[in-house]
């Protein structure tokens, strides 16, 4: 007899839940930093944010992608369009609020800080000299008696 019992013997739950995740920590293991980038979200735990959700997916989104892609995030009545271009180490962020207007916009990098910027008129902004790592972007809508935030799902740039 072998640690699945008999030839024709029932499996319990419990022996088949052990084998499933046996088979997922062998072939497809969670991500090494996963604790790190679960920290890194909640951390805006303590802020008013509202959540903004993948509108279309490329190479880029949530992994270590390659020299440039668009990502698109959208919620309720905002849209926020990015261009990452990798630079060396570094990545520059291109991006579009719709609508547009002078917000202002943050990014997140786990272990790196926060660097911030204003958005143009039409809703353009540049971040420059993005370190690798777990990334989030904040658009501060609003003046500071009215403010609202809106946050992007992590990106591994």
């Known amino acids: 007899m072998n640690d699945l019992g ?3 013997e029932a499996f319990s739950d419990d022996l088949i839940l052990a084998g499933i995740g ?3 920590d062998e072939f497809d293991p969670p991500p090494g930093d996963l604790v790190q980038r679960v920290q890194f ?3 805006l735990g303590d802020l008013d944010v509202e959540v903004a959700r993948w509108e279309r997916l490329d190479d880029l989104a949530g992994v270590r992608g390659g020299g440039t892609g668009t ?5 309720s009545d905002l849209t926020v369009m990015i261009n990452l271009t990798k630079m060396g ?6 991006g579009w609020l719709v609508p547009a207007g002078q917000y202002g916009v943050e990014v997140r990098v786990a272990e790196h800080g926060t660097s911030s910027t204003t958005a ?8 420059d000299n993005v370190p690798r790592g ?4 904040l658009v501060h809508l609003g003046d500071v008696t009215c403010r609202r935030t809106v946050v992007t799902p992590t990106v591994v740039l």
């Open 22 to 24: 046996s088979f997922l």
């Open 41 to 43: 979200a909640l951390a």
């Open 120 to 127: 143009d008129e039409g809703g353009r902004f540049v971040l």
């Open 89 to 94: 180490k570094l990545h520059r962020i291109d």
């Open 6 to 8: 008999a030839p024709g």
């Open 71 to 75: 990502i698109t995030f959208t919620v």
């Open 134 to 137: 777990t990334t989030q972007i």
